[in-house]
């Protein structure tokens, strides 16, 4: 019976589909005002693997529909190019032969080549203390992040790197630094004997992102429903705007674009002036302001209130919750709400701003 069943099945193979061997597509990147990032995923939010100069040659695989990129040097689209290597370039850098590439299958891998690159930085070595439970590995340094993998005690561990986060209390330590593994996990330093302190995380040992995706944080919501926002990030005549303009009028309500913490508000300011009056052009700051802090490492900034926010640090706040009101005050000839998301924050800064628009979209919450 098992003979039959063994030539049934070398039978049925003969006539199984064969694997894409397709041989890879040169290609070449378009991008002569700065560096192509090349990403773990198909959209800017995924993490950064490495750049790729203009005129650089690259090898594509296949392709997978992603986030829509509209200011690309060769063409408007939504499809990525999943290089050989397994990272993903938008499509709308990429000057090509005109034969169409295929798809990519489910599996796609979440390039090993930059993972294998991101271990070779100087890292330290560690050990997972956490007695009879796991120690969980997270997308982002705090615990309600999602959960990649959970890791025996006595597990071995390359630390490439600390971030500060979530302040934990384990068995080593109490501290708010969490280690960042080469796959770009995270682990509370809290649970980890380790011979020496791993450095600051900073952009040149960043590793790819886990594999999983990034969490969107629960339920979006637009921060005000009913009015449009206008695409402004980072122009060419303002390359250092990290957020989008939604136009509305004195006192709109201003909702929190998902359940979160509330991390700060703040009246930013140039000296000599008031966040409790209407500004102007001529007046650096962001006004009254609000930072939220989501599931998943993202952080969403709201700026020039009208007066100080309904909500106080630490303050828990849901979805679409009203946090404060639209006015115009710091950097402001109009009301307006200026509305920022970040990725992998704590902390916020122009290096982890992505442009919210598409981010919105892709998540159920389009502005306007």
């Known amino acids: 019976m098992r003979k039959i069943m063994l030539v049934a099945a070398v039978f049925l193979a003969s006539f199984a589909p064969a694997v894409d061997a397709h041989a890879a597509q040169a290609a070449t990147v378009v991008s002569p005002k700065r560096p192509l990032n090349v990403r773990a995923g198909s959209a800017v939010w995924t993490a950064q693997v490495r750049t790729l100069p203009h005129g650089a040659a690259v090898s594509i695989d296949c392709q997978v529909k992603g986030q829509l990129i509209n200011q690309g040097s060769v063409r408007v689209t939504d499809q990525w190019d999943r290089l050989t290597d397994g990272s993903y370039v938008s499509d709308a850098w990429i000057r090509r032969p005109a034969a169409a590439i295929p798809a990519c299958g489910p599996a796609a891998p979440v390039a090993p080549a930059a993972v294998a690159a991101a271990a070779a930085v100087t890292t330290t070595t560690g050990t997972v203390a956490s007695g009879g439970t796991p120690l969980k590995a997270r997308t982002a340094p705090v615990h309600t992040a999602p959960l990649i993998a959970a890791l025996p005690n006595g597990t071995q561990l390359t630390l490439v790197c600390q971030q500060r986060g979530e302040n934990i209390a384990g068995s080593q330590r109490v501290t708010p630094m969490w280690d960042r593994l080469p796959e770009g996990t995270y682990v509370s330093d809290a649970y980890v004997r380790r011979t020496a302190t791993p450095p600051p995380c900073t952009a040149a040992n960043q590793p790819v992102a886990a594999a999983a995706a990034p969490s969107t944080g629960g339920d979006w919501t637009s921060p ?73 490492g ?27 009101y639209v006015g115009s005050s710091g950097n402001s000839s109009a009301p307006h709400l200026h509305y920022e998301v970040h990725i ?25």
């Open 224 to 296: 005000l429903p009913g009015f449009r926002a206008r695409p402004g990030f980072r122009t060419a005549n303002n390359p250092n705007h990290i957020g989008v303009d939604i136009m509305s009028f004195t006192g709109t309500p201003i909702h929190a674009a998902s359940a979160g913490t509330v991390l700060e508000v703040v009246c930013n300011i140039e000296a000599g002036h008031s966040c409790d009056q209407a500004g102007s052009a001529s007046i650096g700051g962001c006004g009254w302001y609000v930072k939220l802090q989501h599931e998943g």
């Open 298 to 324: 993202i952080s969403t900034l709201y700026c020039h209130m009208v007066r100080k926010a309904l909500v106080q640090p630490g303050q828990k706040v849901k979805a679409g919750q009203v946090i404060g």
């Open 344 to 368: 992998n924050a704590p902390p916020t800064g122009p290096q982890n701003a992505i442009d919210p628009l598409p981010f919105m979209r892709t998540h159920g919450a389009e502005i306007g």
